[in-house]
């Protein structure tokens, strides 16, 4: 089992950045999909990025693209998201979740951290 585990988040004024962490504690990524999903307060959870452990694969949801970076410390067992250019909307907690590759959904998730950003 992997067990996520969120940090970096805090508050930023608009256009400002942020960079989040999850140590994703109990055994390799190897053959797993780790993403990042946020939730602003009343709204639905969405999907942020993801990426492929092993071969490295990035996907960003279209609010994102070209401000948010996901990657990938293997030594560490970590995965960032480099957030650049945030607005306001970008506002919400934001989780880090884990799935094996051969499975459609992500399965272990992280008690999430709070990204705020004023206007």
């Known amino acids: 089992q992997v067990q996520p585990v969120e940090s970096g988040g805090g508050l930023v004024q608009t256009g400002g950045s942020l960079r989040l962490s999850c140590l994703a504690s109990?055994?390799?990524?190897?053959?797993?999909?780790m993403a990042w999903f946020r939730q602003a307060p009343g709204k639905e959870r969405e999907f942020v990025a993801r990426?492929?452990?092993?071969?490295?694969?990035?996907t960003y949801a279209d609010s994102v693209k070209g401000r948010f970076t996901i990657s990938r410390d293997n030594a560490k067992n970590t995965v960032l998201l480099q957030m650049n250019n945030l607005k306001p909307e970008d506002t919400g907690v934001y989780y880090c979740?884990?799935?094996?590759?051969?499975?459609?959904?992500?399965?272990?998730w992280g008690q999430g951290t709070q990204v705020t950003v004023s206007s």
């Open positions: 990426i492929g452990w092993n071969t490295g694969s990035t």
């Open positions: 979740a884990a799935r094996r590759a051969s499975v459609s959904s992500f399965d272990y």
């Open positions: 109990g055994r390799t990524l190897s053959g797993y999909f």
